[in-house]
Antibody, heavy 115, light 112 residues
Framework: EVQLQQSGAELGKPGTSVKLSCKVS????????MHWVNQRPGKGLEWIGR????????IYAEKFKSKATLTADTSSNTAYMQLSQLKSDDTAIYFC????????WGQGTLVTVSS | DVLMTQTPVSLPVSLGGQVSISCRSS???????????LHWYLQKPGQSPQLLIY???NRFSGVPDRFSGSGSGTDFTLKISRVEPEDLGVYYC?????????FGAGTKLELK
């Protein structure tokens, strides 16, 4: 059974960074792209970007190019997303998803940005 | 970016009824490989989205045949027949033909 287990909720201060993880079991992430999607409170879904864990190649939505950094560790079958220079409007739930078109999703990580 | 316009925003339904949700894109979703990468998801309250339909009309594993997708080019529809309580939630369309991938704003299916 394929499962994506995301790291726990984060509380970050403005201007700092947080790093989220998404550990996959039941499937080798070398064989898929790992995507990240966010959902601001009470809002819809927004695609952030994807990484090819086999070679580290990434594609980002323009608005996230200086905000998010996607990485992956194939030895632990885990994808990561670092969010930098946090602002209040980065407060959101962040999902990882894989096996396009997003057949499998993590449970989401709530990131709250507050001083 | 491709704008995905989903209508209606809210959709009241009676159990056992039938509904349709529209998703229109600002440009054609036909990929150079000939496929159309338009997909549908349901997000239930407090849950992650779940894939229902991929590439316009293909039901994902385990999705009941009450769900059907159709359309082409820039105009797509999700139909749900014999609505059941577990169908309630927010439905999203997604295009993955063009980068960046873009979602519709969502349609909330709720009881009348």
């Amino acid at each position: 059974e394929v499962q994506l287990q995301q790291s726990g909720a984060e509380l970050g201060k403005p201007g700092t960074s947080v790093k989220l993880s998404c550990k996959v079991s039941g499937y080798n992430i070398r064989n898929t792209y790992m995507h990240w999607v966010n959902q601001r409170p009470g809002k819809g879904l927004e695609w952030i970007g994807r990484i090819d864990p086999a070679n580290g190649n990434t594609i980002y939505a323009e608005k996230f190019k200086s905000k998010a950094t996607l990485t992956a560790d194939t030895s632990s079958n885990t994808a990561y997303m670092q969010l930098s220079q946090l602002k209040s409007d980065d407060t959101a739930i962040y999902f990882c998803a894989m096996k396009h078109p997003f057949a499998y999703w993590g449970q989401g990580t709530l990131v709250t940005v507050s001083s | 970016d491709v704008l995905m316009t989903q209508t209606p925003v809210s959709l009241p339904v009676s159990l056992g009824g039938q509904v349709s949700i529209s998703c229109r894109s600002s440009q054609s979703l036909v990929h150079s490989d000939g496929n159309t990468y338009l997909h549908w998801y349901l997000q239930k309250p407090g849950q992650s989205p779940q894939l229902l339909i991929y590439r316009v009309s293909n039901r994902f594993s385990g999705v009941p045949d009450r769900f059907s997708g159709s359309g082409s080019g820039t105009d797509f529809t999700l139909k749900i027949s014999r609505v059941e309580p577990e169908d309630l939630g927010v439905y999203y369309c997604l295009q993955s033909t063009h980068f960046p991938y873009t979602f519709g704003a969502g349609t909330k299916l709720e009881l009348k």
